[in-house]
Structures are given as C-alpha cells and as structure tokens.
C-alpha cells in the first residue's frame, strides 16, 4: 500500500510538472513589435520597449493576444497583491476570519480580576480602533472594569523577528512601512486630523488615538494661501524611542485645503497597543495601571471573549482597492500560519504561493515575493506568470471576490483619477504597482465587442514614473480588443475562440 501510494505522488508530481511545462511553451512564442500607439507612449516618456513586458489574453483562449518580453522576471510593486489575495481566497477561502481572544489570567471577584489580562492575536489585518474599542466594551459588558495585573500580549502567531522599518526607504515613520505583527492594532498608526477653524483663525492638530507616550505641540499658523501641496507647507519633526514619541509640527497651513489627515508610526506594537488599551479602557469606565509585557496564553487562562475579524472577502477589498501594504503582509503571513500550524513565516509562504501555482499546473519558479505586499525590490514575477494566474482565477470559484476587489478604472481605489472621459472608463478592474523605477498594472478590461481580457503591464526603468500615459493607452488598447486582432462573426462563439487561439497583432 505504501509503495502504490508512492507511485501515485510521483506520478501527480511528474504530471503537474508537465501541464507547467507545456502551459510555460504555449505562451512562449512572442511578437516582436508593440502596439504602434503603445510604442509611441513609452518612446514620448523616454521609456525602451527592452524594460517593458506586456502580456494580453482573453480568459476564453488558450493563448495570448498580446505577449512582449513575457518571459523576463520582473518587479510588480504594489502589483503583487493581487497575487498574494488571490492565493488566499483560493487557501483559506473567502468566508475566512482572524480572531483576536481575551483571557483572564488570576481570580475574578465581583468586577475585578486579580491578576493580568491576556490578549492573543492571530493577524487580524483589519483590528481598527473602532473594532479595539467593541473588543474592550464586551469586557466591561461581561462584568470586568479593574485589572490588577499587567496587560499581557500573546503574538506567538507569527514568527518573530527584527524588523527595520527603515529599511526600505529610510522613512521609518511612514505609515506603508509598518511591520507585520500578530497583534496588529489600528496598523500601528496614528492619525494626525489638520482642523481649520476659521472663526479664530486657528488651526486644530487632533491625534488619533491620543496614548499617553505621545507628546505633540502643532504651533501651525493658518494662511490665507490657496490650496496646494498643504504637506510641503507644514515642518514636521518626529522623534520616537519606540516607548515613547514627540511631534512637533510647524509653519503654515492653508484654510482653503479644509481638514485633511496625516498618518504617522512612531511606537513599536506593544507600546502602541499598551498605549491605546489605557486610552480606551479608562473611556469605558475601568481601572487599570499595570504595565505590558510579550507572553503566552498560560494552560489555566480563562477566555473572556473572542472577537471575529470581517471575512477574507472583505479584508481583500481594503488590500488591492486601497493598496493596503500592512494588510497584505499581515495575509501573507497567515497562508502560512493557517496551511502548517507553525508561526507564519514570509519564507514559508513564498514556497507555498509556488506551490499553489505549480498546483494550478501553472510554472512559477521564478516567483519572489519577500513580503506579499510588493513593497520590496527584490520581488520577481513575469508578465506571462502573473498572466496565466489571472486567467485561472477568472475561471476560479473566488473570481467574483477578487475582481471586485480591483480597483475600477475612473471610479474607485487607486484607479479613481485614470482614464475619466473615455470609453474604457468604468469597464477595467485594475491594480497598479508603483515604486522608484518601477510602474506597473495588471488586472481586467471588458473589451467593447464584449470579450473579457487578463492585462500585465511590467515597467521597470529609471523614467517609470513617467508611464502613466503608456499604460492608459494600453487599457484603451485592448478595449478596442487590439485593434486589428480577430473579432467574433457570425459563424459563432467556438469559430472566434479557434481564430484568438493564435497570437495575432496587427498595426
């Protein structure tokens, strides 16, 4: 028995293998031209078809319209998310839910709790403050309002590890640099509100949430200068010792601009969450004045209450419509944390995105994600990868979940201000990847004759920011559904997928 069950993982290994080889040589075969008006873009933005890779496919054909430089690993950026959210709505399933538990270590007499209260987290990516607040008021609503003992932070869940927000881009303080952690509360963030107020011409500078470590002083005078770029106008100074912070903001700030926001990381995870925790449990009415320290939930704790995070489906939406980096990483994390039963790891979850790709029978070797989020320049993928795995998913059962979690082109999410006043407004679900050097789309376009094409557009080179024009001109492109290439006639529906079935471009 063992030895026929052996024979049958060797032969479904061999098997994948071989639909990965076959699915890699069916979109080998590469034009050797883009698009004219395509090519016209990239040249007026000083960008050289050689750091492009675009590939085009309708999800009814078996190969692509369009494939330049498909082959060639690249950098997604931001991109990347939506290979991390489509695996995880495939591995977890849509419905999934973090949870985040309170237990009572020590004796309960009356509405006191002799002893400490130990929070486990398991990577909710969505524990806003709001959220926070309804975990502690279900405590208070349970009978607890003095805790005698220390607040104890069970964060087991992922596997723990130095990590420089700084490392990236030497911006440690920017709220897309916050790390994983989990027991991630509000993204470790703190929300600097700008108020206007124009009867005393002053202005208001309100923090949220408000903990005890932080110092702020916001002498901001408020100008009678048009709106503008406000943030250049204000001289901001952040100074964190991880335990403790001190902001002070400066300069001058436009009326006209109304209330804006400003989000800032300046504490590690456990002073902001001890931090927060005293802010809103002495709100609610209770007494607490112990300190925080990391642990474990130990054997003869009590559960006091357990609160359920928004489901995956939900959770993916924030991620790609609002290219939430924290989130994806909190995600990319769990895929392992959920498939092994061992602290979430990233390198982990990189084999196991590979293998779920390999599954699919789809080769995926050159696959590099360091964090799920794409904020990283070492993450690799090829358009033709990236291509053949949104052509599965739009074939997937999750299809309908990761499409709407794609930003639409005109309307919402980082897409809201592209392509307004065109035809190809409103029929592109789309997420954009940005970085220094890098700019890049992939998603859907619901073409004008009706046919529904996968799109990746990878750009990397020093002019990328000056690709904006480009890569609209190719979601204009394929909504013409090529410009030249086969159109369905009325020989019917298999005729027109027979005659896309071969790659065709012509200018």
């Not at 065109?422 to 004759?449: C, E, P, S, W």
């Amino acid at each position: 028995m063992r030895r026929s069950g052996t024979r049958r993982a060797l032969a479904r290994s061999f098997i994948l293998a071989f639909l990965a080889l076959a699915s890699s040589m069916a979109g080998a075969a590469e034009p050797a031209r883009l698009p004219a008006t395509l090519r016209k873009a990239l040249g007026a933005a000083g960008i050289p078809g050689a750091a492009t890779a675009v590939y085009v496919q309708d999800v009814a054909a078996r190969t692509p319209m369009l494939s330049y430089n498909a082959s060639r690993p690249m950098n997604p950026a931001s991109a990347a998310k939506l290979v991390t959210t489509y695996a995880a709505l495939e591995m977890l399933g849509p419905s999934f839910t973090w949870k985040t538990e309170a237990y009572a270590d020590g004796p309960t007499r009356g509405d006191v709790l002799d002893g400490d209260l130990v929070l486990r987290g398991t990577g909710d990516p969505k524990l806003t403050i709001e959220n926070f607040w309804l975990l502690l008021r279900a405590l208070r609503e349970r009978g607890l309002r003095e805790i005698r003992g220390d607040l104890v932070l069970d964060r087991g869940y992922f596997a723990a590890g130095p990590y420089d927000p700084g490392k990236f881009d030497n911006e440690p303080a920017r709220a897309y640099n916050v790390g994983p952690d989990a027991l991630l509360v509000n993204f470790n963030a703190i929300r600097f509100h700008f108020v206007p107020d124009l009867e005393s011409k002053s202005l208001r500078v309100i923090p949220e949430p408000r903990p005890a470590q932080l110092e702020l002083r916001a002498p901001v005078a408020l100008s009678d200068a048009p709106c503008g770029d406000w943030r250049s106008q204000i001289k901001a100074q952040f100074e964190s010792n991880d335990a403790s912070a001190r902001v002070t903001f400066g300069g001058t700030y436009p009326a006209a601009c109304g209330e804006n926001t400003w989000n800032v990381a300046l504490l590690s995870h456990d002073s902001y969450v001890w931090g927060l925790f005293r802010e809103l449990w002495q709100e609610l009415g209770g007494s607490f004045k112990g300190g925080v320290r990391g642990g474990t939930v130990p054997p003869g704790a009590r559960l006091l209450y357990s609160a359920e995070s928004p489901p995956l489906s939900e959770v993916v939406r924030d991620i790609n419509k609002f290219s939430n980096n924290v989130m994806a990483r909190q995600l990319f994390l769990t895929l392992s944390a959920e498939a092994l039963h061992v602290p979430g790891g990233e390198r982990l979850s990189e084999r196991l995105v590979r293998d779920w790709a390999l599954r699919k029978g789809i080769a995926a070797d050159e696959i590099a994600l360091e964090n799920g989020a794409g904020l990283s320049r070492s993450d690799r993928i090829s358009a033709m990868t990236f291509g053949k795995l949104l052509v599965a998913a739009w074939h997937s059962p999750v299809m309908a979940e990761l499409v709407a979690s794609m930003p639409v082109v005109a309307a919402d999410g980082t897409m809201r201000r592209r392509l307004h006043g065109t035809d190809v407004a409103g029929q592109a679900h789309v997420k954009t990847g940005t970085l220094a050097g890098v700019r890049t789309l992939a998603g859907y376009v619901l073409a004008r004759d009706g046919r529904r094409f996968v799109v990746v557009f990878l750009i990397n080179h020093p002019n990328a920011a000056a690709a904006e024009a480009a890569q609209d001109q190719l979601l204009r492109w394929v909504y013409d559904a090529g410009r030249g290439a086969a159109r369905p006639t009325a020989r019917g529906k298999r005729a027109a997928y027979r005659s896309e079935d071969r790659p065709q471009i012509r200018e």
